[in-house]
Structures are given as structure tokens and as C-alpha cells.
């Protein structure tokens, strides 16, 4: 069974950096997601195995998705983040052959524990 293993939240200021990490082998699309306190659960980026992205508009021009050479870790670099970015951030990963099928949790078979992102003012 494919495991997938998210890490790399931590507390950061309004304005500052964060890259989270995505253990997930195998050639899936991988997903990341967000939920904050009261609210549902939403898409942030995802990048098929062979490379197509998709952002949620939030995320256009200040986060990137990417996966490294050997294809076993897909990071969320991102920037200037702002408060409203605050939520448990979890990666997922499935089998799919559509990118917009990409923004549709439900696609998803495997998902990570999450991992909490702060950001203060």
C-alpha cells in the first residue's frame, strides 16, 4: 500500500517562507490541501506525475509545487504568506487522469497525517 508522509509546518511571520515535503512514491498525482479551524477542506496545488500543475487561485504567484529527480518527494514552496494561510496543510496522492479532477479531494486514495502551518502578524 502506497504511503504518503507530509512535513515541514512550522510558525511563521506574515510575509515569510515555508516548504513542506511530500513523501509519496509511485506515479500519482500529488495534491495538497488545507483546512483551517470551522471551515472545509480546500485544494492548494497539484502536480501529476508527468508534471502538470494546478493552483487554486490563493496559491497563484506565491506558492510552487514541485517534485524532486527521483520522484519521491513533492514539495509546497511558500511565499509571502499571509494570516489567512493558517490551517493544517495535508498532501495526498491518487491515481487520475485528469489535472482538474486534481482539485477534487474526493479523487484522492492516500493522504498524509498534516502538518500545521502558523502564520502571525
Known amino acids: 500500500q502506497m504511503q504518503v508522509q507530509g512535513s515541514g509546518g512550522g510558525l511563521v511571520q506574515a510575509g515569510g517562507s515555508l516548504k513542506l515535503s511530500c513523501a509519496a512514491s509511485?506515479?500519482?498525482?500529488v495534491g495538497w490541501f488545507r483546512q483551517a479551524p470551522g471551515k472545509e477542506r480546500e485544494f492548494v496545488a497539484s502536480?501529476?506525475?508527468?508534471?502538470?500543475?494546478a493552483y487554486a487561485d490563493f496559491a497563484k504567484g506565491r506558492f510552487t509545487i514541485s517534485r524532486d529527480n527521483a520522484k519521491t518527494t513533492v514539495y509546497l514552496q511558500m511565499n509571502s504568506l499571509k494570516v489567512e494561510d493558517t490551517a493544517v496543510y495535508f498532501c495526498?496522492?491518487?491515481?487520475?487522469?485528469?489535472?482538474?479532477?486534481?482539485?477534487?479531494?474526493?479523487?484522492?486514495?492516500?493522504w498524509g497525517q498534516g502538518t500545521q502551518v502558523t502564520v502571525s502578524s
Open positions: 495526498a496522492s491518487g491515481v487520475m487522469s485528469s489535472l482538474n479532477w486534481s482539485r477534487n479531494w474526493e479523487k484522492y486514495d492516500f
Open positions: 509511485g506515479s500519482h498525482t
Open positions: 502536480e501529476t506525475w508527468s508534471g502538470a500543475t
